[in-house]
């Protein structure tokens, strides 16, 4: 397992300096002048391009690029453009509230999604399955943004019942929680309905139940584990896009964390933070994909690693 941990650890290296060709290029690739911004509506010719020497934005693309990595290999993302604030200083206010939001949003979303998928599973055909599968269809079908605006109206608006926006409180995570957690509840819902009907089709399935084994034994002990490597699959993917996709839910519901800021960011042209942000996430990516990979380990013993 340790030498498999370090070769993948090591296979990130070529995977970040790919990643981090890709994000330079495409963030200077976006329209507008990020030292006009800078120097004001009112500025002068002479003042931009003293603003853009002092940003560096005169220099050639391939010596701009050199000092972007070496930067981040001394752990210096740089300085934002709007705020004039260390990047990692900016990036650090706003990272708990977002890993907070998709904590809670994907716990109650797998909750919720491995119910509703093995009570359909079991029920197959009934009307427990029917309606679980409504819900999951309905769930995917809502899209985050429309669901929290219909939230805010009915719940804030109507009801008074909790807060249009901002984070500090319980009742701050509910509608946000729910708006970005809704459509993996839905897939996870409609997957492991598919991995257990998948796994009631085995001998050992059908052997238990020839048995006599209560059918509660047969799903969470003898059917669980196994459907669990997919649906671990899953749970790590999903949980991956609740970190980089909290963009739109944030902004909604005002927010303080990285997507809002990513959204600002780009309104704003500020090329630091855009490339600090997308090169996290991508190493998110990278490292709950391995996690995933570890926990398959942990869910089914007869796996090994070398």
Same mark, same amino acid.
């Given at each position: 397992?340790?030498?498999?941990?370090?070769?993948?650890?090591?296979?990130?290296?070529?995977?970040?300096?790919?990643?981090?060709?890709?994000?330079?290029?495409?963030?200077?690739?976006?329209?507008?002048?990020?030292?006009?911004? +800078?120097?004001? =509506?009112?500025?002068?010719?002479?003042?931009?391009?003293?603003?853009?020497?002092?940003?560096?934005?005169?220099?050639?693309?391939?010596?701009?690029?050199?000092?972007?990595?070496?930067?981040?290999?001394?752990?210096?993302?740089?300085?934002?453009?709007?705020?004039?604030? =260390?990047?990692?200083?900016?990036?650090?206010?706003?990272?708990?509230?977002?890993?907070?939001?998709?904590?809670?949003?994907?716990?109650?979303?797998?909750?919720?999604?491995?119910?509703?998928?093995?009570?359909?599973?079991?029920?197959?055909?009934?009307?427990?399955?029917?309606?679980?599968?409504?819900?999951?269809?309905?769930?995917?079908?809502?899209? =985050?943004?429309?669901? &929290?605006?219909?939230?805010?109206?009915?719940?804030?608006?109507?009801?008074?019942?909790?807060?249009?926006? &901002?984070?500090?409180?319980?009742?701050?995570?509910?509608? =946000?929680?729910?708006?970005?957690?809704?459509?993996?509840?839905?897939?996870?819902?409609?997957?492991?309905?598919?991995?257990?009907?998948?796994?009631?089709?085995?001998?050992? +399935?059908?052997?238990?139940?020839?048995?006599?084994?209560?059918?509660?034994? %047969? %799903?969470?002990?003898?059917?669980?584990?196994?459907?669990?490597?997919?649906?671990?699959?899953?749970?790590?993917?999903?949980?991956?896009?609740?970190?980089?996709?909290?963009?739109?839910?944030?902004?909604?519901?005002?927010?303080?964390?990285?997507?809002?800021?990513?959204?600002?960011? %780009?309104?704003?042209?500020?090329?630091?933070?855009?490339?600090?942000?997308?090169?996290?996430?991508?190493?998110?990516?990278?490292?709950?994909?391995?996690? %995933?990979?570890?926990?398959?380990?942990?869910?089914?013993?007869?796996?090994?690693?070398?």
């Amino acid at each position: 397992m340790l030498n498999y941990l370090i070769r993948r650890l090591l296979g990130i290296v070529p995977v970040m300096a790919v990643i981090a060709v890709l994000v330079f290029s495409f963030v200077h690739m976006l329209p507008g002048d990020p030292a006009r911004l +800078v120097a004001g =509506p009112d500025a002068t010719a002479d003042d931009v391009a003293l603003v853009r020497s002092d940003l560096g934005l005169d220099k050639p693309l391939h010596e701009q690029f050199l000092t972007f990595v070496g930067n981040i290999v001394q752990g210096d993302f740089g300085t934002s453009l709007k705020t004039r604030r =260390p990047v990692a200083e900016e990036i650090g206010e706003r990272l708990m509230p977002t890993v907070w939001l998709s904590v809670v949003s994907m716990v109650w979303a797998v909750i919720a999604g491995l119910l509703i998928g093995v009570l359909s599973a079991v029920k197959r055909g009934r009307w427990q399955d029917y309606g679980g599968m409504i819900l999951a269809v309905s769930g995917i079908s809502f899209p =985050p943004f429309w669901l &929290g605006l219909l939230m805010i109206g009915v719940f804030s608006v109507d009801l008074g019942w909790l807060p249009t926006g &901002g984070y500090g409180t319980w009742q701050h995570f509910v509608m =946000p929680s729910i708006a970005l957690g809704l459509t993996v509840a839905a897939v996870m819902a409609r997957f492991t309905r598919s991995a257990f009907i998948e796994i009631f089709r085995e001998d050992y +399935v059908r052997t238990a139940r020839a048995k006599g084994v209560f059918e509660r034994s %047969v %799903v969470w002990k003898h059917t669980l584990r196994n459907a669990l490597i997919p649906v671990i699959t899953m749970v790590g993917l999903q949980f991956g896009f609740l970190l980089g996709g909290s963009i739109v839910v944030e902004t909604v519901f005002t927010w303080p964390g990285l997507g809002r800021l990513l959204v600002d960011s %780009v309104s704003y042209r500020d090329y630091p933070v855009i490339q600090a942000e997308i090169l996290l996430f991508s190493i998110e990516f990278i490292l709950i994909n391995l996690a %995933v990979d570890v926990l398959y380990a942990f869910a089914n013993p007869e796996i090994r690693y070398r």
